[in-house]
């Protein structure tokens, strides 16, 4: 890569870092209002008690196991493209990596608040490491995820040790008084980088190391959370396939979700010179893929126990494919699942938009189909008693919302101190800057001549 | 925007109305929280009237009856096998007090379990002099409140009766039986745990060592700058 296109990719990566412009102000004043009603939802709760939501004794779980499940989900999507890409030395992952790892830490700070949300008394989550109970899954999951948290941020941080160094020089330049604060903090946390062949091994190691225990750590993690569910009685919940179904099913989202991520920061942070339209189409392929290989392991749930017609789950599959929550199970099926894999699979014009778009539905349905896992397995009655039904309350809606916006807000937040793209993976998978002269690297000359994407 | 953008968002827009209308989110304003009846097939909520506490077995009338109620007494007894529990007998009787045969008696206990609610014991129905019973094996010992109930008399509301059960002889305690492969679930713990650990080590390793390799070779290179 010749050095004029790494300087930019560099101007553009630490561009946004202590730099706050009117827009960047009124996202953080909406996000953070809609974080702040959804907190305020939640000390409303603390305050009364869960007699404020939909939850009741037939359906005691909701929104917030659904939402768990969720963002958990979309966190795996965002650990796993990033280590998948490093693993098999992806070319093309340079730019996307760190909005990936950041997602990934994002939605996880958000997902795992939620028990703690649906214990109603947040005081009592200290009993359950007090009194733990190994045989619990709830232990489990509280081991699992915490490891998951830790490793997380440990492999958000490591990669970002090269690029704090690139930050602490760019800035050194500046003579904004962000930047004079933020240098000391940047030489702290990159602990003296300076690409020396030395640091480079343990970091090469380090960064391997994680991105190694990354993929099983999340695979557990979501098997965890499957096992919540399929180590009880309940009629398709205790299914052996739950746990790779719920693997796949946060990889899905997972990946729509960072998609949607990527697409937004390309535009808002102007990175379209170097997130360009093959990484859409790239982790377009990614998302037909895990599409694909959900839509057969749901097939495979859904005739394992339809065939046999099992007294205990038919009322449920009944309820799925004709019955109350029919509307939803087709949207989901249809909407969420069959519709963005045509879209994202077609060949055309609008690469970026359809991937967008797909991601959207990707997203939209997945959060469906936990809806339709967790409270028609709860309504159904396993003793002699009637349907529960479940509205959920403005507090949950609210909590929800709060919660999805805490995502995008924690990201802004994040990429204002920190590189939004990795310069040292640019460095890695491009190999060092040549002299200006050089011939232009094949990949990033059409930014000479005006070009940057065929979207 | 483009005609392919407009489709997809009208697409996104149908799947969120769809999804409103499925959740049932009308009706969401704050304030407007809408819980489920609690279940009634095996618990319902009490009826009014408080008896007097104690007692091995403290007959108390059911208040505020119907002129027309059928007529319910209650005792409790030791079953004749001491293991079996209680016997919970109800006599009951139609208004104008004649033996009423056929009717069902239901009996329950009074328990707080999220709010004071029946817990169904068993139900039975009464012989020619109108008496009905059930075997009672509380599950702990002290002060258990019982109501009987009683149903299907011709010509006569449901009647009640409350007693209170001094229990000393209780269920034992569930115990699941020793699995042949117990050995194997007693060591399942101590494999994960060591699974954790190590995985805590690697992440440990993994960002201390790769903190220690950075600051030496940032170290190195100082010390050569002063060498040099």
Redesign the interface.
């Known amino acids: 890569m010749d050095r004029r296109t790494r300087g930019l990719y560099i101007e553009r990566a630490v561009w946004p870092i202590g730099r706050g412009d009117r827009n960047f102000w009124i996202a953080v004043a909406v996000l953070g209002a809609v974080v702040a009603a959804g907190v305020y939802a939640w000390i409303y709760q603390v305050q009364r008690g869960l ?4 939850l ?4 005691s779980w909701g929104f917030y196991i659904i939402n768990c499940v969720f963002f958990i989900g979309i966190s795996y999507g965002g650990a796993m493209t990033s280590a998948i890409l490093r693993l098999t030395n992806a070319k093309w992952r340079a730019p996307l990596t760190r909005i990936a790892e950041a997602t990934a830490v994002a939605a996880l700070l958000v997902g795992a608040v939620y028990p703690i949300v649906d214990l109603g008394r947040p005081d009592r989550f200290v009993n359950i490491i007090r009194y733990a109970q ?1 045989g619990s899954p709830i232990v489990w999951d509280v ?1 699992a995820i915490t ?1 998951y948290m ?2 997380s941020f ?1 492999f958000l ?2 990669p970002l ?1 090269p690029d704090l160094a690139v930050a602490r020089e760019a800035l050194s330049l500046s003579h904004r008084r962000e930047a004079k604060l933020l240098a000391p903090v940047y030489r702290f946390l990159s ?4 690409g ?4 480079e ?3 090469a ?3 391997g ?2 991105a190694v ?1 990354i993929i099983p ?1 999340a695979v557990s993690v979501h098997s965890v959370l499957a096992w919540l569910f399929a180590v009880t009685v309940r009629a398709e919940w205790h299914s052996t396939i739950f746990a790779p179904l719920f693997v796949l099913g946060a990889m899905f989202s997972g990946v729509a979700a960072v998609i949607v991520v990527i697409a937004a920061f390309r535009k808002v942070y102007g990175l379209q010179r170097f997130i360009e339209a093959k990484h859409f189409r790239y982790l377009s392929y990614l998302l037909i893929a895990l599409g694909a290989a959900y839509i057969y392991f749901m097939v495979s749930e859904y005739i394992t126990d339809g065939y046999v017609f099992e007294e205990s789950t038919t009322p449920v599959m009944e309820a799925l494919f004709t019955g109350p ?1 029919a ?2 199970f087709w ?1 989901f099926s249809i ?2 699942l069959l ?1 963005p894999i045509v ?1 994202a699979a077609l060949p055309g ?2 690469p970026i ?2 991937a967008v ?1 797909a991601s ?2 990707v997203i ?2 997945m ?2 189909k936990r ?1 339709l896992i967790v409270v028609p397995g709860m309504a159904e009655p396993i ?4 349907w ?2 479940y ?5 949950e ?1 609210t909590i929800t919302l709060g919660s999805a916006a805490a995502i995008p807000l924690m990201l802004i937040l994040f990429f204002r101190f920190f590189p939004v793209m990795s310069v040292h993976e640019l460095d890695e998978v491009e190999g060092r800057y040549e002299p200006a002269h050089a011939p232009l690297a094949p990949g990033y000359a059409p930014l000479y001549a005006g070009g940057g994407g065929d979207d | 925007m483009t005609r392919g953008l407009r489709v997809l968002i009208a697409v996104l827009a149908l799947v969120a109305a769809t999804v409103v209308l499925q959740l049932d989110l009308r009706g969401l304003l704050p304030g407007q929280v809408r819980l489920e009846a609690p279940n009634t097939m095996l618990m319902s909520p009490p009826s009014s009237g408080q008896g007097a506490p104690g007692g091995v077995s403290a007959q108390r009338p059911a208040a505020a009856a119907a002129p027309n109620a059928a007529r319910v007494q209650l005792r409790t007894s030791a079953a004749a096998s001491a293991p079996d529990g209680y016997v919970l007998a109800a006599s009951v009787a139609t208004p104008d007090g004649r033996p009423a045969a056929g009717a069902t008696v239901t009996f329950y206990e009074v328990v707080d379990l999220l709010g004071s609610r029946e817990m169904l014991i068993d139900s039975a129905t009464s012989d020619g002099r109108g008496n009905a019973s059930v075997v009672y094996l509380p599950a702990r010992a002290g002060s258990h409140e019982i109501v009987a109930r009683s149903t299907g008399i011709a010509k006569a509301a449901s009647g009640e009766a409350r007693s209170t059960l001094e229990a000393t002889v209780t269920a034992k305690a569930y115990a699941p039986e020793t699995p042949s492969i117990s050995a194997f679930y007693n060591a399942v713990p101590y494999g994960v745990g060591l699974v954790v650990l190590a995985v805590w080590l690697l992440i440990a390793f993994a960002l201390l060592g790769t903190a220690r390799g950075v600051v030496r070779g940032a170290r190195r290179e100082e010390e050569k700058g002063v060498i040099a």
């Open positions: 007699w404020v939501t939909g009741n004794q037939k359906v190994i081991t490891t830790i490793a440990v941080y490591l040790i602990l003296g980088w300076r020396r062949p030395a640091q091994r343990a970091l190691r380090g960064v190391i994680m225990l750590l929550f509307i939803a949207a909407g969420g519709l879209i014009r609008f938009a359809r778009g959207g539905l939209a349905g959060w469906l809806f003793m002699p008693w009637d529960g039904r509205s959920p309350s403005w507090v809606v």
